[in-house]
């Protein structure tokens, strides 16, 4: 499980710099193609863990958990113009609890979350900005975005909020 999950964040970090999207790739052929991932200036994808220390395990969540959350992720990161996405970790399954489902049935229009997870990106922002924009600076590095996903009981997962909240 750590290998399939440290691919499948890989993935999103390749496909940041591709218009490939996981969504629209089988699951068979996300997996085989992330053996040797690099980001597009070359350097290698960081996951946010030390290899012989990745707690990425999940006693909450499957590998398929993992595919739909990180294909939910790529499909909205995707749409960031000049942006490149450097590192994504899944936060751990602590942060599936009582208090953030709260908060996130709070902000859902009326849905029943019953699960969630957080991933976090360290992101770095366009290099030319247009005159209105999110990004204070060229090259902007956003470090530990997080990424909020919820499901109702049976549900599908959804992207819930993003951002630092």
């Known amino acids: 499980m750590k290998r399939v999950l440290t691919l499948l964040l890989a993935a999103l970090l390749a496909l940041s ?13 996300v997996v085989s193609r992330l053996a040797d991932t690099r980001v597009a200036d070359g350097s290698t994808v960081e996951t946010g863990h030390d290899a012989d220390q990745a707690d990425t ?7 398929e958990d993992f595919r739909e959350a990180v294909a939910l992720i790529d499909a909205q990161f995707s749409t960031w113009e000049g942006c490149k996405m450097v590192a994504c970790r ?9 208090e953030e489902l709260k908060a996130l049935n709070d902000v859902s229009q009326g849905k029943r979350y019953t699960a969630c997870m957080l991933f976090l990106t360290d992101i770095i922002g366009p290099s030319e900005l247009e005159e209105i924009s999110a990004w204070e600076k060229p090259n902007e590095e956003l ?7 919820a499901r109702e009981d049976g549900g599908a997962w959804e992207l819930v909020t993003h951002g630092y909240c």
């Open 143 to 149: 470090k530990d975005y997080g990424w909020w996903l």
């Open 90 to 98: 899944y936060a751990g399954d602590e942060n599936c609890n009582e």
């Open 57 to 63: 395990d999940s006693a909450l969540f499957t590998e």
């Open 17 to 29: 710099a591709t218009t490939v999207s996981l969504a629209e790739a089988p699951a068979e052929d």
